[in-house]
């Protein structure tokens, strides 16, 4: 992995909150990753992480684009 396409983690949170994040970041063009390690576990067999709670994650190289976003989003849903 080239190190422009590591990645920060810029949200964990109640799922609901994270979607509508993710639709904010995808109208400016970038498409974060999502880790919900309590479904993950599930779907392995095994519980783990917290129910409805979710990580997101962009590259680093987006960060600069995406925190005015970001910012506005978490403020107006008051996280």
């Known amino acids: 992995m080239k190190s422009n396409e ?9 799922a609901m909150i994270a979607k509508g994040l993710i639709s904010r970041l995808n109208d400016i063009g970038i498409s974060p990753i999502e880790r919900n390690d309590n479904e993950s576990g599930i779907t392995a067999g095994f519980a783990q992480g917290v129910p409805g ?6 590259r680093q190289d987006e960060l600069l684009k995406a925190q005015e976003t970001i910012d506005t989003y978490l403020a107006e849903v008051g996280e």
């Open 6 to 14: 590591e990645t920060t983690r810029i949200y964990t949170g109640p």
């Open 53 to 58: 709670q979710v990580m997101l994650f962009i």
